[in-house]
Protein backbone atom coordinates (compact mmCIF):
# COMPACT_ATOMS: atom_id res chain seq x y z
CA UNK A 1 0.00 0.00 0.00
CA UNK A 2 1.87 3.42 -1.11
CA UNK A 3 1.75 6.01 1.84
CA UNK A 4 1.44 9.55 0.74
CA UNK A 5 3.27 10.99 -2.24
CA UNK A 6 4.13 14.19 -3.27
CA UNK A 7 5.77 15.95 -6.41
CA UNK A 8 8.09 17.16 -7.64
CA UNK A 9 10.86 16.22 -4.75
CA UNK A 10 13.14 19.88 -5.56
CA UNK A 11 12.20 23.02 -6.91
CA UNK A 12 13.66 26.34 -7.30
CA UNK A 13 11.83 29.11 -8.39
CA UNK A 14 12.50 33.26 -8.89
CA UNK A 15 10.35 35.82 -7.23
CA UNK A 16 7.59 36.76 -8.47
CA UNK A 17 6.64 33.03 -10.01
CA UNK A 18 4.06 30.83 -9.50
CA UNK A 19 4.30 27.38 -8.57
CA UNK A 20 2.08 24.27 -8.16
CA UNK A 21 2.55 21.05 -6.25
CA UNK A 22 1.10 17.88 -5.98
CA UNK A 23 0.17 15.11 -3.27
CA UNK A 24 -1.76 12.41 -3.55
CA UNK A 25 -2.83 10.42 -0.34
CA UNK A 26 -2.54 7.35 1.58
CA UNK A 27 -5.38 4.94 -0.11
CA UNK A 28 -8.51 5.22 1.71
CA UNK A 29 -7.95 8.70 2.76
CA UNK A 30 -10.50 11.26 1.89
CA UNK A 31 -8.90 14.45 3.42
CA UNK A 32 -5.81 15.95 2.65
CA UNK A 33 -4.00 19.19 4.86
CA UNK A 34 -0.81 20.95 3.49
CA UNK A 35 1.96 22.58 5.81
CA UNK A 36 4.70 24.51 5.59
CA UNK A 37 7.87 23.74 7.61
CA UNK A 38 10.49 26.70 7.33
CA UNK A 39 14.07 26.09 8.05
CA UNK A 40 14.53 25.20 11.72
CA UNK A 41 10.88 25.35 12.55
CA UNK A 42 7.80 23.07 13.11
CA UNK A 43 5.49 22.73 10.46
CA UNK A 44 2.67 25.25 10.10
CA UNK A 45 -0.73 24.48 9.29
CA UNK A 46 -1.76 26.21 5.44
CA UNK A 47 -4.99 24.44 4.72
CA UNK A 48 -7.06 21.13 4.47
CA UNK A 49 -9.33 19.91 1.84
CA UNK A 50 -12.17 17.71 2.53
CA UNK A 51 -14.57 16.98 -0.18
CA UNK A 52 -12.93 19.13 -2.74
CA UNK A 53 -13.93 21.93 -0.57
CA UNK A 54 -11.37 24.44 2.05
CA UNK A 55 -12.62 23.29 4.85
CA UNK A 56 -10.03 25.08 7.16
CA UNK A 57 -7.58 27.92 6.41
CA UNK A 58 -3.89 28.87 8.71
CA UNK A 59 -3.13 32.24 8.18
CA UNK A 60 -1.46 32.32 5.19
CA UNK A 61 -2.23 35.02 2.84
CA UNK A 62 -4.60 34.31 -0.37
CA UNK A 63 -1.31 34.10 -2.53
CA UNK A 64 -1.70 30.30 -0.88
CA UNK A 65 -4.75 28.44 -2.86
CA UNK A 66 -5.63 24.85 -3.16
CA UNK A 67 -7.19 22.64 -4.68
CA UNK A 68 -9.04 18.45 -4.61
CA UNK A 69 -9.58 16.40 -7.21
CA UNK A 70 -12.64 13.83 -7.01
CA UNK A 71 -9.84 11.26 -6.76
CA UNK A 72 -8.60 13.11 -3.30
CA UNK A 73 -5.43 14.13 -4.44
CA UNK A 74 -4.41 17.64 -4.08
CA UNK A 75 -3.04 20.26 -5.40
CA UNK A 76 -1.17 23.40 -3.53
CA UNK A 77 -0.71 26.90 -5.75
CA UNK A 78 1.61 29.82 -4.63
CA UNK A 79 1.59 32.72 -6.48
CA UNK A 80 3.88 35.68 -6.61
CA UNK A 81 6.88 33.97 -4.47
CA UNK A 82 9.00 35.36 -2.09
CA UNK A 83 11.76 34.51 -0.70
CA UNK A 84 10.14 33.97 2.29
CA UNK A 85 8.43 31.01 0.78
CA UNK A 86 11.53 28.88 0.79
CA UNK A 87 10.78 25.80 3.12
CA UNK A 88 9.80 22.13 3.22
CA UNK A 89 5.86 22.12 2.21
CA UNK A 90 4.00 18.83 3.59
CA UNK A 91 1.13 17.33 2.72
CA UNK A 92 -0.77 14.87 4.81
CA UNK A 93 -3.85 13.05 4.23
CA UNK A 94 -6.24 11.38 6.82
CA UNK A 95 -10.01 9.81 6.68
CA UNK A 96 -12.77 12.22 7.49
CA UNK A 97 -13.35 11.50 11.36
CA UNK A 98 -9.60 10.47 11.87
CA UNK A 99 -6.93 12.40 14.41
CA UNK A 100 -3.91 10.52 12.52
CA UNK A 101 -2.40 12.29 9.92
CA UNK A 102 -0.14 10.54 7.85
CA UNK A 103 2.55 12.65 6.08
CA UNK A 104 4.40 12.30 2.84
CA UNK A 105 8.10 13.27 2.12
CA UNK A 106 7.63 16.80 1.35
CA UNK A 107 8.10 19.28 -1.60
CA UNK A 108 11.49 21.32 -1.12
CA UNK A 109 10.74 24.85 -2.58
CA UNK A 110 13.72 26.86 -3.24
CA UNK A 111 12.93 30.68 -4.24
CA UNK A 112 15.71 32.80 -5.54
CA UNK B 1 -5.74 29.36 21.63
CA UNK B 2 -3.75 25.99 21.14
CA UNK B 3 0.34 26.02 21.67
CA UNK B 4 3.13 23.66 22.50
CA UNK B 5 6.39 24.43 23.79
CA UNK B 6 9.58 22.14 23.42
CA UNK B 7 11.93 22.93 25.69
CA UNK B 8 15.78 22.67 24.54
CA UNK B 9 16.14 23.29 20.86
CA UNK B 10 19.03 20.93 21.05
CA UNK B 11 19.49 17.53 23.33
CA UNK B 12 22.83 15.79 23.39
CA UNK B 13 22.72 12.03 25.31
CA UNK B 14 25.43 9.36 25.52
CA UNK B 15 24.22 6.05 23.46
CA UNK B 16 22.54 3.55 26.07
CA UNK B 17 21.71 7.09 28.35
CA UNK B 18 17.86 7.47 28.42
CA UNK B 19 16.07 9.97 26.41
CA UNK B 20 14.18 12.78 27.78
CA UNK B 21 12.49 15.17 25.67
CA UNK B 22 10.16 18.25 27.35
CA UNK B 23 6.83 19.09 25.71
CA UNK B 24 4.51 21.74 27.10
CA UNK B 25 0.67 22.50 25.66
CA UNK B 26 -2.05 24.88 26.40
CA UNK B 27 -5.20 23.83 25.25
CA UNK B 28 -8.95 24.70 26.20
CA UNK B 29 -10.21 21.41 25.56
CA UNK B 30 -9.01 17.64 26.25
CA UNK B 31 -6.32 17.91 23.84
CA UNK B 32 -5.31 14.84 21.29
CA UNK B 33 -1.28 14.72 21.72
CA UNK B 34 1.55 13.54 19.28
CA UNK B 35 5.20 12.83 19.06
CA UNK B 36 6.76 12.71 15.19
CA UNK B 37 9.98 11.84 14.06
CA UNK B 38 11.78 13.62 11.18
CA UNK B 39 14.99 11.83 9.87
CA UNK B 40 16.94 14.63 7.52
CA UNK B 41 15.63 15.21 4.33
CA UNK B 42 11.95 13.48 4.67
CA UNK B 43 8.65 13.86 6.23
CA UNK B 44 7.22 12.75 10.04
CA UNK B 45 6.64 9.58 11.15
CA UNK B 46 3.59 9.27 14.39
CA UNK B 47 5.74 8.33 16.82
CA UNK B 48 3.02 7.98 19.53
CA UNK B 49 -0.35 9.44 20.09
CA UNK B 50 -2.38 10.27 23.18
CA UNK B 51 -6.21 10.34 22.73
CA UNK B 52 -7.64 10.20 26.19
CA UNK B 53 -7.05 6.68 26.85
CA UNK B 54 -4.28 5.53 28.86
CA UNK B 55 -2.12 8.39 30.11
CA UNK B 56 0.81 6.56 29.46
CA UNK B 57 1.13 6.00 25.76
CA UNK B 58 3.91 3.84 24.09
CA UNK B 59 5.08 3.87 20.79
CA UNK B 60 7.54 2.80 18.23
CA UNK B 61 11.37 2.28 18.38
CA UNK B 62 10.88 2.11 22.02
CA UNK B 63 9.64 5.68 22.67
CA UNK B 64 6.95 6.18 25.40
CA UNK B 65 5.27 9.18 26.72
CA UNK B 66 3.16 10.05 29.45
CA UNK B 67 0.35 12.41 29.34
CA UNK B 68 0.36 14.61 32.78
CA UNK B 69 -3.03 17.02 33.33
CA UNK B 70 -1.87 18.62 36.14
CA UNK B 71 1.35 19.67 34.62
CA UNK B 72 0.28 20.06 31.17
CA UNK B 73 2.99 18.03 29.75
CA UNK B 74 3.76 15.14 27.49
CA UNK B 75 7.33 14.59 27.55
CA UNK B 76 9.17 11.78 25.51
CA UNK B 77 11.34 9.04 26.67
CA UNK B 78 13.36 6.08 25.68
CA UNK B 79 15.25 3.80 28.92
CA UNK B 80 18.66 3.28 25.86
CA UNK B 81 19.78 5.73 23.52
CA UNK B 82 20.29 4.34 20.37
CA UNK B 83 23.18 5.90 17.71
CA UNK B 84 19.73 5.48 15.17
CA UNK B 85 17.43 7.70 17.35
CA UNK B 86 19.46 10.80 15.91
CA UNK B 87 16.80 13.09 14.46
CA UNK B 88 14.68 15.92 15.09
CA UNK B 89 11.34 15.11 16.97
CA UNK B 90 8.15 17.28 17.17
CA UNK B 91 5.82 17.24 19.64
CA UNK B 92 2.02 18.11 18.18
CA UNK B 93 -1.63 18.86 19.79
CA UNK B 94 -4.77 18.52 17.95
CA UNK B 95 -7.85 19.78 19.87
CA UNK B 96 -11.25 17.88 17.99
CA UNK B 97 -10.73 15.12 14.46
CA UNK B 98 -10.49 16.68 11.48
CA UNK B 99 -8.82 19.67 13.38
CA UNK B 100 -5.25 20.85 12.21
CA UNK B 101 -2.37 19.64 13.71
CA UNK B 102 0.02 22.22 16.29
CA UNK B 103 3.10 21.71 16.50
CA UNK B 104 6.19 23.02 18.72
CA UNK B 105 9.87 24.01 17.23
CA UNK B 106 10.83 20.94 17.11
CA UNK B 107 14.14 19.46 19.82
CA UNK B 108 17.09 18.17 17.48
CA UNK B 109 18.30 15.02 19.68
CA UNK B 110 22.25 14.16 19.26
CA UNK B 111 23.59 10.75 20.29
CA UNK B 112 27.11 10.45 21.50
CA UNK B 113 29.40 7.80 20.89
Known amino acids: DAGVTQSPTHLIKTRGQQVTLRCSPK?????VSWYQQALGQGPQFIFQ???????QRGNFPDRFSGHQFPNYSSELNVNALLLGDSALYLC???????????FGPGTRLTVT | AQSVTQLGSHVSVSEGALVLLRCNYS??????LFWYVQYPNQGLQLLLK??????LVKGINGFEAEFKKSETSFHLTKPSAHMSDAAEYFC???????????FGKGTRLHILP
Open chain 2, 50 to 55: YTSAAT
Open chain 2, 92 to 102: AVMTNRDDKII
Open chain 1, 49 to 55: YYEEEER
Open chain 1, 92 to 102: ASSWDGSYEQY
Open chain 1, 27 to 31: SGHDT
Open chain 2, 27 to 32: SSVPPY
